[in-house]
T-cell receptor
Framework: DTGVSQNPRHKITKRGQNVTFRCDPI?????LYWYRQTLGQGPEFLTY????????KSRLLSDRFSAERPKGSFSTLEIQRTEQGDSAMYLC????????????FGPGTRLLVL | DQQVKQNSPSLSVQEGRISILNCDYT??????FLWYKKYPAEGPTFLIS?????DKNEDGRFTVFLNKSAKHLSLHIVPSQPGDSAVYFC?????????FGAGTILRVKS
């Protein structure tokens, strides 16, 4: 299967702990995106990369959040000092060159902060 | 401010009939629009899209209509099937990121 994959699928952590999520995009997709979805809402944009360059960050991405895509392939999203308000589904998507608008999503990582 | 709005939280339709899901947007800079379908515990699945230079795009049972002057788009599903039951999200692109509506839950009754 060559879809977007995300790991882990579920994460439960205690407030104040750090967590890291991984996303593997569809092969050869240049752009990779992170979104966050809370109950009853649509996904909200966090940040995106074109190859290894991080080109845009949402104001939702506080300084506790950091994302990387070091070799232009997989990406990681780290949340430091987690808060209960960080509980959400974190979605990764990728899109191919020339058709940036059509983004293909992974299954998401559901985070619960206790 | 909500730039993309789906005003109907839910819709119930009989199998075989037409389902019409609606979406409104406020930002005239959006130039591409998409519909995604989402099942519980899965990521959104791309369904169909339309460029702002068109007013209709069709793919099998799914048709998207765009009315730029009204800043309104709709998704028509004909005929509706029980497997179409899911949450449907409308999204608009500014060329980089997608801005999503809150979703409409579609239930297709057999």
């Amino acid at each position: 299967d060559t879809g977007v994959s995300q790991n882990p699928r579920h994460k439960i952590t205690k407030r104040g702990q750090n967590v890291t999520f991984r996303c593997d995009p569809i092969s050869e997709h240049n752009r990779l995106y992170w979104y966050r979805q809370t109950l009853g809402q649509g996904p909200e944009f966090l940040t995106y990369f074109q190859n290894e360059a991080q080109l845009e960050k949402s104001r939702l991405l506080s300084d506790r959040f950091s994302a990387e895509r070091p070799k232009g392939s997989f990406s990681t999203l780290e949340i430091q000092r987690t808060e209960q308000g960080d509980s959400a589904m974190y979605l990764c998507a990728s899109s191919p060159q020339g058709v940036w608008e059509t983004q293909y999503f992974g299954p998401g990582t559901r985070l619960l902060v206790l | 401010d909500q730039q993309v709005k789906q005003n109907s939280p839910s819709l119930s339709v009989q199998e075989g009939r037409i389902s019409i899901l609606n979406c409104d947007y406020t930002n005239s800079m959006f130039d591409y629009f998409l519909w995604y379908k989402k099942y519980p515990a899965e990521g959104p699945t791309f369904l169909i899209s339309i460029s702002s230079i068109k007013d209709k795009n069709e793919d099998g049972r799914f048709t998207v209509f765009l009315n730029k002057s009204a800043k309104h788009l709709s998704l028509h599903i004909v005929p509706s099937q029980p497997g179409d039951s899911a949450v449907y999200f409308c999204a608009a692109s500014d060329g980089n990121k997608l801005v999503f509506g809150a979703g409409t839950i579609l239930r297709v009754k057999s």
